[in-house]
């Protein structure tokens, strides 16, 4: 499996709870190997596997959690 890593802005986290629900919602996506959410940066980098998953579902997912994610 080849991964990419793609990196979007979210500037509607607005507490520490933000990015850990973020997380959560995106590693609970099928062909996601990693997310991180950072507060501080307002940035979600994910790593995954784009034979599975694609940034706009990624996008869709962030969505889903409550919030807008653009892509940098
Ligand atoms: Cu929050």
Redesign the pocket.
Same mark, same amino acid.
């Given at each position: 499996m080849t991964t990419q890593t793609i990196t979007f802005k979210v500037d509607d986290?607005? @507490?520490?709870? @933000?990015p850990r629900?973020i997380q959560l919602d995106l590693q609970d996506r099928q062909g996601v190997v990693v997310a991180n959410a950072s507060l501080d940066t307002k940035l979600v980098v994910v790593e995954y596997d784009p034979d599975t998953v694609s940034p706009v579902e990624l996008i869709s997912t962030i969505k889903e959690s409550g919030y807008t994610a653009t892509t940098i």
């Open positions: 986290m607005h @507490c520490p709870s @933000c629900l």
